[in-house]
C-alpha cells in the first residue's frame, strides 16, 4: 500500500490563479480530509468527506471547494488563490468518522504571490 | 470556535532527559488524541485517551486524560534524538472523529 499520497510536493502560484492539490488514498478508507498547517496556529480543518459523494465544510473552508466523486481520490480546489492561502496543506485519511487514527500525506507546501 | 493551546510552545533539551508538555481547552473533550510531526512529514497518532483520568503509555511516552476533561498531558522519559519533532494534541469537536481541532503544537530539540 501507497498509503496517502499527495501532489504536488511544492507550488508556487501567483495571486488569483486557480489550481488543484490532489490526494489520494488506497486503503479503501471511508473518511478522509484536508488540513491546512501554519506557523504557531496547528493544523486546521478545512473541509471533510465521510464517503464518497458526501463532503462537509471543516474550520477554515472559505476559498476552497472539494468534491468525492470516489472513494480513493478527495482533491482540494482553490479557485482563485491569495496571498492568505500561502501554507501547507495535509490530506488525511481513516477507515470511518468514527475511527480514532487519521493517517496524514505528506504534504503540499503551497506559496501564494 | 475550540482551542487547544499547548505549552510549552518550544523545547530544547539533552539526550536522556525527561520531557513534559500540556494542552488545555476552555471546553471539555470525551476523547484527547496525541500526534508527532517529524520535519517535512504529515502528523502521526501516539497516543488516544478515551476517559477523564486515564493513564496510557507507549513506549517511552505517556499521556494522561485530565480529571476536568479540559487538559491532558504528554511526558517523554529519556529523550533521544529521534524525538525531534512537534507534538500536537487534538480532539474532536462532536460525537465521532469526523471533526478534529488540533492544539497550537510544542517543538522539541534534543541535543545529542
Known amino acids: 500500500n501507497a498509503g496517502v499520497t499527495q501532489t504536488p510536493k511544492f507550488q508556487v502560484l501567483k495571486t488569483g490563479q486557480s489550481m488543484t492539490l490532489q490526494c489520494a488514498q488506497d486503503m479503501n478508507h471511508e473518511y478522509m480530509s484536508w488540513y491546512r498547517q501554519d506557523p504557531g496556529m496547528g493544523l486546521r480543518l478545512i473541509h471533510y468527506s465521510v464517503g464518497a459523494g458526501i463532503t462537509d465544510q471543516g474550520e477554515v473552508p472559505n476559498g476552497y471547494n472539494v468534491s468525492r466523486s470516489t472513494t480513493e481520490d478527495f482533491p482540494l480546489r482553490l479557485l482563485s488563490a491569495a496571498p492568505s492561502q500561502t501554507s501547507v496543506y495535509f490530506c488525511a485519511s481513516s477507515p470511518s468518522w468514527t475511527t480514532d487514527t487519521q493517517y496524514f500525506g505528506p504534504g503540499t507546501r503551497l506559496t501564494v504571490l | 470556535g475550540q482551542q487547544l493551546n499547548q505549552s510549552p510552545q518550544s523545547m530544547f533539551i539533552q539526550e536522556g532527559e525527561d520531557v513534559s508538555m500540556n494542552c488545555t481547552s476552555s471546553s471539555i473533550f470525551n476523547t484527547w488524541l496525541w500526534y508527532k510531526q517529524d520535519p517535512g512529514e504529515g502528523p502521526v497518532l501516539l497516543i488516544a485517551l478515551y476517559k477523564a483520568g486515564e493513564l496510557t503509555s507507549n513506549g517511552r511516552l505517556t499521556a494522561q486524560f485530565g480529571i476536568t476533561r479540559k487538559d491532558s498531558f504528554l511526558n517523554i522519559s529519556a529523550s533521544i534524538p529521534s524525538d525531534v519533532g512537534i507534538y500536537f494534541c487534538?480532539?474532536?469537536?462532536?460525537?465521532?472523529?469526523?471533526?478534529?481541532?488540533f492544539g497550537t503544537g510544542t517543538r522539541l530539540l534534543v541535543s545529542p
Open positions: 487534538a480532539g474532536p469537536v462532536r460525537t465521532g472523529f469526523q471533526k478534529l481541532v
